[in-house]
Antibody, heavy 127, light 110 residues
Framework: QVQLVQSGAEVKQPGSSVKVSCRAS????????FNWVRHAPGQGLEWMGR????????TFPQRFQGRLTITADEFTSTTYMELRSLRPEDTAVYYC????????????????????WGKGTTVTVSS | QSALTQPPSASGSPGQSVTISCAGS?????????VSWYQHHPGKAPKLIIY???KRPSGVPNRFSGSKSGNTASLTVSGLQADDEADYYC??????????FGGGTKLTVL
């Protein structure tokens, strides 16, 4: 049974960086896409971006441009989310979530829903 | 992209039905049939309960149903049970492979 196992909680100073990992165990990593979603206290879920490990392609909203890096290591079936220049408002629970996609004729089409989630990693940004 | 708009709270008694709305725009909900809904019990991982507007993953009870009209999607939970008390989030495709979530609705079973 596939599980997404995330790294442990982090406490960071404002201005520093955090790197959260998400390892897929018990199933395919190569044929899936992985999203990162965060949940700040008192706020709704926020989609942060997605990586397709097979191609190394990453998509994320403009508001994270310059601060966010999402990578994947196929040898360890692990995806990473690194957020830089941390601010107190980045305090949140960070989730990774799997998304399926179809690959056909050199292009891929996402399913646009996330069917398996990790348990989340709490990141606290405080001085 | 702007977050989708959900009512902050909803409630119903056991056995009743409740509907949660998710208002978007012609750039997301209104233009694509890629609306999904997630149930989130605090401290646990979110769980997919509806995808592609109306479809239920295997194992999700048929008490959960989804629909869409124009720029607004809806989740209906019928035959409310105590365990349905949770936060519910809608999510829509918003073009250019981007996704956008709603602000969430806290469902209380009275």
């Amino acid at each position: 049974q596939v599980q997404l196992v995330q790294s442990g909680a982090e406490v960071k100073q404002p201005g520093s960086s955090v790197k959260v990992s998400c390892r897929a165990s018990g199933g395919s990593f190569h044929n899936d896409a992985f999203n990162w979603v965060r949940h700040a206290p008192g706020q709704g879920l926020e989609w942060m971006g997605r990586i397709v490990p097979m191609f190394g392609t990453v998509t994320f909203p403009q508001r994270f441009q310059g601060r966010l890096t999402i990578t994947a290591d196929e040898f360890t079936s692990t995806t990473y989310m690194e957020l830089r220049s941390l601010r107190p408002e980045d305090t949140a629970v960070y989730y990774c979530a799997r998304e399926d996609y179809d690959f056909w004729s050199g292009d891929y089409t996402f399913y646009y829903y996330m069917d398996l989630w990790g348990k989340g990693t709490t990141v606290t940004v405080s001085s | 992209q702007s977050a989708l708009t959900q009512p902050p709270s909803a409630s119903g008694s056991p056995g009743q039905s409740v509907t949660i709305s998710c208002a978007g725009s012609s750039s997301d909900v209104g233009n694509y049939n890629y609306v999904s809904w997630y149930q989130h019990h605090p401290g646990k991982a979110p769980k997919l309960i509806i995808y592609e507007v109306t479809k239920r993953p295997s194992g999700v009870p048929n008490r959960f149903s989804g629909s869409k009209s124009g720029n607004t999607a809806s989740l209906t939970v019928s035959g409310l049970q105590a365990d349905d008390e949770a936060d519910y989030y809608c999510c829509s495709y918003a073009g250019s492979d981007n996704l956008v979530f709603g602000g969430g609705t806290k469902l209380t079973v009275l």
